[in-house]
């Protein structure tokens, strides 16, 4: 078993979708040990994606982050990096494949529904900015 690290974004909580998204993510195997709803401060959506400080599309991305609530959850199953990013389907939704999260919700590449952690490593550090291990129930 391993955990990796889901934000619903805004694009999903705007359009009450949150439910639906976490059906095709428990349909696959993967179990939500952990959820909350935040609002992200421009300086936490800034942090959260400072990898992409130097993308032309940063500004535009933090906008979008911090549009609205977004749901933080920590998901557990087999692989679970792996897994999920299988689940979401690529970044930009016009090359998901059908039944992904990304395929079915996604409004753009930008608005594109969900995060999923891109490493075990990277799990770990997403995961500890938002949740003490005393919130993750599995
Ligand atoms: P991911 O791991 O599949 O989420 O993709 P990346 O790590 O490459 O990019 C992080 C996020 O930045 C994506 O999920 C998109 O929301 C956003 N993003 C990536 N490329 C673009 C782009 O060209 N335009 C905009 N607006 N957002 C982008």
Redesign the pocket.
């Given at each position: 078993m391993s955990r990796t690290f889901s934000i619903l974004?805004p694009d999903a909580t705007r359009r009450n979708i949150t439910g639906a998204v976490n059906a095709v993510i428990e349909a696959a195997g993967l179990r939500i040990v952990a959820q909350k709803r935040v609002h992200f401060t421009k300086a936490q959506a800034e942090r959260f994606?400072g990898v992409?400080k130097e993308?032309p599309?940063f500004g535009?991305?933090v906008e979008?982050m911090t549009a609205a609530p977004v749901v933080v959850q920590v998901l557990e199953g087999e692989n679970a990096v792996a897994k999920y990013r299988e689940v979401?389907g690529?970044?930009n939704p016009e090359q998901a494949a059908e039944g992904t999260v990304r395929k079915l919700f996604a409004l753009?590449?930008?608005?594109?529904t969900a995060?999923?952690s891109?490493s075990d490593e990277n799990a770990a550090i997403e995961i500890a900015q938002f949740f003490s291990e005393a919130e993750i129930v599995g």
């Open positions: 974004k994606y992409h993308r599309f535009e991305l979008q979401l690529a970044t753009s590449i930008g608005e594109n995060h999923g891109d």
